[in-house]
Each structure stands twice: as structure tokens, then as C-alpha cells.
């Protein structure tokens, strides 16, 4: 963790996509398409291109207008590209672990985006590595790309279905060949990945929100195990693996990906809201104002809203231009945490019952913080109220929470979390009214382990072995490391 992660939320891995044109600039449209995936990642960025003949890329740290001036577009020449947008939860966060991943194969040159995380990348490794294999980086994605090199030369199809035979874990994936783009998700569907049209072309993103911004039509999510190969004959869906037990990530519904996104043919935005609605039933309570904590909370506290009849009202404003900073904060900054991000509107808070909205618990430190700037406002009584059902247990599919002893939900139960975060009260979306809230799919069809602990694609125990580690944690979880600096996502 660098000195400026110590946000409180959960994050996301890697953003992903993947652009066709008959003939044209493809690199810039994966350069609009990836300003689209920033909020997927934002430690590093990279796209590759092919010409029909060979694949150059190019790739850096930090934000996607940080990484691509227009030099490096230009660059930058052919009418294929792969894009990707990093935070990384394997590998530490340098250089040689950004993506695109380059790799040498019988088809020529290749690159290869990935969104997840593989759980027996340490076994593959070995493995390859027994077998002749070097790494250049520490990631799993590698390991991902490398398995699908050494299969190259029985085609496309047969690659993948092989990488989705021995790789466990959540993956969704972009490659790009001098002569082919190629996309895939795992045999649970853990990651989301959408194809769709782009003019006469093609284009594959994680999510649709992508699309719109350089023109692109969204047509449908691939299938959990499915591929789709794009070449100059057009766009073709393969089965690669069988579907696996598992579904979604429900929390790309609750948070990560974009409101404006759709996924199981859902408006995310939508979905929020109908979040707070029955978070509202769930989790009645008299107050006078329904305030969101921005931006993420607002959907939800509208939802909460409009069922309980308690007026919505904004209780603080963000600040747009805090976000990751390569500047070292200093003591003054680190206890001012919260406060960095988030003003309150005191005058919409004093004297008030507030029902606090926001979308989940993983510390709660950040809750912690924002309830007592709600009292410090002049708030009578504080409810909190979350979209996420408690999370008790680690992610292993990709996305960075905390290992179970720092998890606020696996520490405490709701009476000690409610006297640890401060608030009036606390209630929390059942996982059955989440589910309900996203579509008409049943529990089978997501993802819910970092909830209810039942894992869909085993994990293997040198990832438990860490992450359930029964130690207490160490000091007061509310305190702010040196180094750290609180702050929500941007
Ligand atoms: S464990 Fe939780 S965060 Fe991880 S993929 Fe499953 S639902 Fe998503």
C-alpha cells in the first residue's frame, strides 16, 4: 500500500477493453474509452496496438491523461487496440507490473489486459517456470498471458478454452494479435465484460459506460466462460468452458462499476436506488433528512427517500480535485482524513435527524469519520444506513478489502459497530434484498462471498492462510497510520 491508498474502500482491480476498426486510429479511441474506465483503476494505465503485423504498446504509472500525451499516442499505429486501467491487489504497484502484459508468440507479438485475479497463479507459476518459462513481473496477469501464449498455435478457441481449464479464478480479459482481438471472461463470470459495435467496427469493454464516449453500441455481456473473437470476417462468440458455480461480483452492482453502466441489462443507477428503497423498508427509522454521502450514497438516499417520505437533502459537498496525489501528505493533512474530501453543509445539518446513506462498511474508519463530522455539523441523531449487507470475509477474486481481522462487520457485531462508528443507529441491506434490488436473478446467479463466505471457485490455502488470519488487529483501527491519508474514492 503506498502512502495515499488508505482509503476505506473497497477497490476495484483493472479496467479492461478492446477496439476493431476496419481501418483507422484505434489507439485514440481506446485512449476515450479508457478515460470511461478510470474509476477501475487509476495507479497505472497502458494500450497496445496492432498494424496487422506487429503489436507495440505503451504503458506508465499513474492517470490515463497522465500516461498518454498525444506523442505516445501518435505513436500508437493500427486499427487494433487493447486498453487497461490498474489497481493493483497482485503485484506490487511499479512499472514492469503495468498492463498491457507483451509476450512473443507463434502468432507474433501479443498483449494481453486483465481484469481479476488468479488464485493459483503461485502453482502455475511453478509450474511454467519448471517448464523453462521467465517472468518479467511479479503478476498474475502474466502468468494469464503466458498460458494462453504456449496454446497459440492451435488457434484462438483452443487457446482460451485451455487457459480457462487451468486457470482459477476471476478473469476477464482483452488480447490483442498482429492478426486478431480476442476477449474472455472466466467460467464463473465473476468480472463483468460487454461487446458491442463500434461504426463498421468492434469494441469489448468492461463496461458499457465505455461505449458512449467514442461512439461504440453496447450488445451484449459474454457469458460466463465465453469468448469472443473479432478479426477481419467480423465478431464470432465461442464457448471456451463450461459455466462454474458463481455469478457476478454483486458489488459491481453496489459500487464499482459506474451508475451509468448497465449489467444484467440493469441501469446501475437504477438498481442504487432500488438499494435505498428497500433499505428503507428494511431498515425504517423516524429522522427529518435523508442525506447521501456523495457521490456514491446518492442513488440509494434518493431510493431511501422517495419509500420512507423523509425529505432528501445534501448534508456535505466533495471535492472534485482530491484524488490520488503524488505529493506526500503531511501530519496536518493526515488528521484532517475525511476532511480533505468532504465539506459539510452545516447549515442543512444543524438541529437534524440525518439518515446517513452510503454504499458499504469495510473498516470503518471512513464511517466513523463522516458521522462525526455529521455531530460536529450539529446533527441531533445520525443513522447510518448501508447498501452493502455486512462484509465478514476477504476477497479473493479481485478486489482489495482487508484481510478478516481489520473487516469492521467480522470484528464486531452490529451494537459494538454502532458504539465503534458513533452513530444513532445502523442498518444494513440484507443480501436478499440487494440481490432483488439488481434484477430477477436469483442468489446463484452472483458472486456473495466477501457476505456469506461461501467461496464459488475454491481458494486455495496459501491465500486463506493470510487473509483469515484470527489475530486482533493491532492498535485502534480508527487511528490513521503514519503515511496515510483517510480519503474517499475519487
Ligand atoms: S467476494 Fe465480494 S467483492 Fe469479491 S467478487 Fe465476490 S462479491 Fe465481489
Given at each position: 500500500m503506498t502512502p495515499f491508498e488508505c482509503d476505506d474502500r473497497p477497490k476495484e482491480e483493472c479496467g479492461v477493453l478492446g477496439i476493431y476498426l476496419p481501418e483507422g486510429d484505434a489507439a485514440r479511441s481506446a485512449f476515450f474509452g479508457l478515460f470511461a474506465l478510470q474509476h477501475r483503476g487509476q495507479e497505472s494505465a497502458g494500450i497496445a496496438v496492432s498494424d496487422g503485423s506487429r503489436v507495440r504498446y505503451h504503458k506508465d504509472m499513474g492517470l490515463v491523461s497522465q500516461v498518454f500525451t498525444p506523442e505516445a499516442l501518435a505513436s500508437l499505429k493500427g486499427n487494433m487496440a487493447i486498453g487497461h486501467t490498474r489497481y493493483s491487489t497482485t503485484g506490487a504497484s511499479v512499472l514492469r507490473n503495468a498492463q498491457p502484459v507483451f509476450c512473443q508468440s507463434v502468432?507474433?507479438?501479443?498483449?494481453?489486459?486483465?481484469?481479476?485475479?488468479?488464485?493459483?497463479?503461485?502453482?502455475?507459476?511453478?509450474?511454467?517456470?519448471?517448464?523453462?518459462?521467465?517472468?518479467?513481473s511479479t503478476s498474475d496477469s502474466e502468468i494469464l498471458a503466458r498460458m494462453l501464449v504456449r496454446h497459440l498455435d492451435r488457434g484462438p478457441e483452443a487457446a482460451v478454452s485451455e487457459v480457462m481449464r487451468r486457470v482459477r479464478g476471476a478473469y476477464s480479459v482483452t488480447v490483442?494479435?498482429?492478426?486478431?482481438?480476442?476477449?474472455?471472461?472466466?467460467?464463473?463470470?465473476?468480472?463483468?465484460?460487454?461487446?458491442?459495435?463500434?461504426?463498421?467496427?468492434?469494441?469489448?469493454?468492461?463496461?458499457?459506460?465505455?461505449?458512449?464516449?467514442?461512439?461504440?453500441?453496447?450488445?451484449?455481456?459474454?457469458?460466463?466462460?465465453?469468448?469472443?473473437?473479432?478479426?477481419?470476417?467480423?465478431?464470432?462468440?465461442?464457448?471456451?468452458?463450461?459455466?462454474?458455480p458463481g455469478g457476478m461480483c454483486l458489488f459491481e452492482?453496489?459500487?464499482?462499476?459506474?451508475?451509468?453502466?448497465?449489467?444484467?441489462?440493469?441501469?446501475?443507477?437504477?438498481?442504487?436506488?432500488?438499494?435505498?428503497?428497500?433499505?428503507?423498508?428494511?431498515?425504517?427509522?423516524?429522522?427529518?433528512?435523508?442525506?447521501?454521502?456523495?457521490?456514491?450514497?446518492?442513488?440509494?438516499?434518493?431510493?431511501?427517500?422517495?419509500?420512507?417520505?423523509?425529505?432528501?437533502?445534501?448534508?456535505?459537498?466533495?471535492?472534485?480535485?482530491?484524488?490520488?496525489?503524488?505529493?506526500?501528505?503531511?501530519?496536518?493533512?493526515?488528521?484532517?482524513?475525511?476532511?480533505?474530501?468532504?465539506?459539510?453543509?452545516?447549515?442543512?445539518?444543524?438541529?437534524?435527524?440525518?439518515?446517513?446513506?452510503?454504499?458499504s462498511i469495510v473498516r470503518g474508519t471512513t464511517t466513523?469519520?463522516?458521522?462525526?463530522?455529521?455531530?460536529?455539523?450539529?446533527?441531533?441523531?445520525?443513522?447510518?444506513?448501508?447498501?452493502?449487507?455486512?462484509?465478514?470475509?476477504?476477497?479473493?477474486?479481485?478486489?482489495?478489502?482487508?484481510?478478516?481481522?481489520?473487516?469492521?462487520?467480522?470484528?464486531m457485531n452490529l451494537k459494538e459497530l454502532e458504539a465503534y462508528i458513533g452513530c444513532t443507529s445502523l442498518g444494513y441491506l440484507s443480501i436478499e434484498g440487494a440481490v432483488k434490488s439488481v434484477g430477477t436473478r436469483g442468489k446463484e446467479n452472483f458472486c456473495l462471498a466477501c457476505f456469506n463466505g461461501k467461496y464459488p471457485i475454491p481458494v486455495p490455502e496459501n491465500l486463506t492462510k493470510d487473509a483469515f488470519d484470527t489475530a486482533p488487529p493491532s492498535g485502534d483501527a480508527s487511528a490513521i497510520a503514519p503515511g496515510q491519508l483517510v480519503l474517499l474514492d475519487s
Open positions: 502468432v507474433g507479438e501479443i498483449a494481453v489486459a486483465h481484469n481479476g485475479n488468479v488464485i493459483n497463479a503461485q502453482e502455475l507459476r511453478k509450474e511454467m517456470e519448471a517448464n523453462g518459462e521467465h517472468f518479467d490483442v494479435t498482429p492478426k486478431l482481438l480476442i476477449g474472455f471472461r472466466d467460467p464463473s463470470g465473476i468480472r463483468p465484460l460487454t461487446a458491442g459495435r463500434l461504426g463498421e467496427g468492434y469494441m469489448i469493454a468492461s463496461e458499457t459506460c465505455a461505449f458512449g464516449p467514442v461512439g461504440g453500441v453496447p450488445e451484449r455481456e459474454l457469458e460466463a466462460g465465453e469468448m469472443v473473437i473479432v478479426d477481419k470476417t467480423g465478431m464470432r462468440f465461442a464457448r471456451g468452458h463450461e459455466k462454474e452492482f453496489i459500487y464499482f462499476a459506474r451508475p451509468d453502466s448497465t449489467m444484467h441489462g440493469t441501469l446501475l443507477y437504477s438498481a442504487r436506488e432500488r438499494m435505498g428503497e428497500n433499505l428503507a423498508l428494511e431498515h425504517p427509522v423516524e429522522a427529518d433528512i435523508v442525506v447521501p454521502v456523495p457521490d456514491s450514497g446518492i442513488p440509494a438516499a434518493l431510493g431511501y427517500s422517495r419509500v420512507s417520505g423523509i425529505p432528501f437533502r445534501e448534508g456535505m459537498t466533495k471535492s472534485r480535485y482530491i484524488h490520488r496525489t503524488f505529493i506526500a501528505p503531511d501530519q496536518r493533512m493526515r488528521e484532517m482524513g475525511v476532511r480533505m474530501k468532504l465539506t459539510p453543509l452545516v447549515e442543512h445539518l444543524a438541529g437534524q435527524r440525518v439518515i446517513l446513506v452510503d454504499d466513523k469519520q463522516i458521522v462525526k463530522l455529521m455531530f460536529e455539523s450539529g446533527a441531533k441523531e445520525v443513522h447510518v444506513r448501508i447498501t452493502a449487507p455486512p462484509i465478514e470475509f476477504p476477497c479473493f477474486y479481485g478486489i482489495d478489502m482487508a484481510s478478516r481481522n481489520e473487516l469492521a462487520a467480522a470484528r
